[in-house]
């Protein structure tokens, strides 16, 4: 049996133990803090920002023509698409038709969508460059952070163009149009598979023939000594906070 006066000392002489150890956890926890901060990246020169901005405008201007015929080619195919099986749905008095026709218009005008939706950055980047000021080194440096910043995005996008999503959505609706045909409307299996196989073939057809540049134009900036945007102003440190362990449970440590 222990006394109450035992008890009470082996309590005090814990909290004593934890009381020392904290000063040697707030040691361990800010190491950090006696390390100075990483000077950020230093600017590029004038000259170098000019240089840069050549590279930049010339890869946009050489990529926007194939960007455009693109962008509007499909646009402006899956819209005459959608009306044309639309007009031929309201126009015919062949029930089998009318369905095929309907349906197709439905699903056609699924693709038009995404054109709407999702601005497609490598059409309008260069244009969108050569539109911003560059009278003074200031302004030339905040063009060149802009520069960079649509390159970087046109080269997501199209990389996201490529990616299995797009593959994944198109056969899915090409798989949801045939099986609407023949499951709900009781068309022939021929009919769906028609729809099918060539919901499919646009679908393929439309995601190979995007254009890739701006992903190696990309790689190329990186690879030619431009590692991305200009730095931002390196910011003061914060205090931070985390939890340590201690002999009497948990501490708190923290860098000021």
Known sequence: ???????????????????????????????TRAEPPRSARPPPSDAEVARRLAFLQERFDRGAPAAQRWWYGWTSGWTALTLIQAG???????????????????FSSLGVIPFGLFPFTPRDAAAELRALPESSPEARRRKLARGEHLLSQSARVEAQGRGLVPHALGGLASIAAGLTQ???????????????????????????????????????????????????????????????PSLDGIGVAGTF
């Open 88 to 106: 031929a749905a309201l126009g015919t008095t062949d029930r089998g038709l009318r369905i095929d026709a309907a349906v197709g218009a439905a």
């Open 182 to 244: 023949v499951l709900v409307y009781k068309r022939p299996l021929f009919s769906g598979l028609v729809k099918l196989v060539g919901g499919m073939v646009l679908c393929e057809a439309q995601i190979f023939t995007q254009p890739t540049a701006a992903i190696d134009d990309w790689q190329t900036y990186q690879k030619s000594g431009a590692d991305g945007p200009l730095p931002a102003q390196a910011r003061s440190p914060r205090p931070t906070f985390q939890l340590v």
């Open 1 to 31: 049996m222990l006394l109450p006066g035992c008890s009470l000392a082996r309590s005090l002489r814990a909290h004593a133990l934890a009381a020392a150890l904290l000063p040697a956890s707030l040691a361990l926890a800010s190491p």
